[in-house]
């Protein structure tokens, strides 16, 4: 049985009273599309740096991502997600606001996501092709055409485009529920 993995942006601390991850985790068991939703409570270790060396074994020896979750990543958490999927097999990738580049920013090069390329073939055969990038058009973090290159990277053809959405900060957020149904 599918369980769903949340992984949030960085300084998102306590993670629950940040953006749309509480809605989320509430929504999807509510209606009952996952019953096993995991997010790390108070908050991710390291959440402002969001050291790959610290976030990855936290995703595999905490949250148990394996072979029936379905992992979503926000932000920095997609990034994570992206590493996480070269590693192992996972049922499915959400990317919310997903990127690959450090984006000139100092803090996202010392998380140690940027070191290496990323390997796409690998996620994609790690994911079975199962991936989806959810983007808001009005991004003011991650530009929106990024993301855009990132889903083509991945060989998404129809990522989920939300015209009016931003960094996703706020819920409801039903087009990552609409997502996530894909994979269940």
């Known amino acids: 049985m599918a369980n769903v993995v949340i992984l949030p942006g960085s300084g998102c601390a306590p993670t629950m009273q940040c953006n749309y991850y509480a809605w989320l985790k509430s929504a999807l068991v509510e209606r009952n599309i996952v019953r096993d939703v995991r997010v790390t409570t108070p908050a991710m270790p390291d959440p402002h740096l969001c050291r790959q060396k610290i976030w990855i074994p936290h995703c595999e020896d905490v949250l148990k991502c394996d072979e029936e979750s379905i992992v979503v990543g926000h932000s920095s958490g997609a990034v994570c997600a992206l590493r996480l999927a070269e590693r192992r097999r996972l049922r499915a990738i959400v990317l919310v606001a997903g990127y690959d580049d450090d984006l000139g920013d100092a803090n996202e090069r010392a998380s140690g996501f940027f070191d290496s390329a990323f390997d796409y073939e690998k996620i994609k055969e790690n994911c079975s092709g199962r ?32 015209e009016k959405r931003d960094h996703f900060f706020t819920p409801p957020a039903e087009e990552i529920i609409e997502s996530i149904k894909r994979f269940v």
């Open 131 to 162: 991936i989806d990038c959810v983007i808001g058009l009005r991004d003011g973090l991650v530009p929106a055409e990024m993301q855009r290159e990132l889903a083509s990277k991945l060989g998404v053809r129809e990522p989920t485009i939300c």
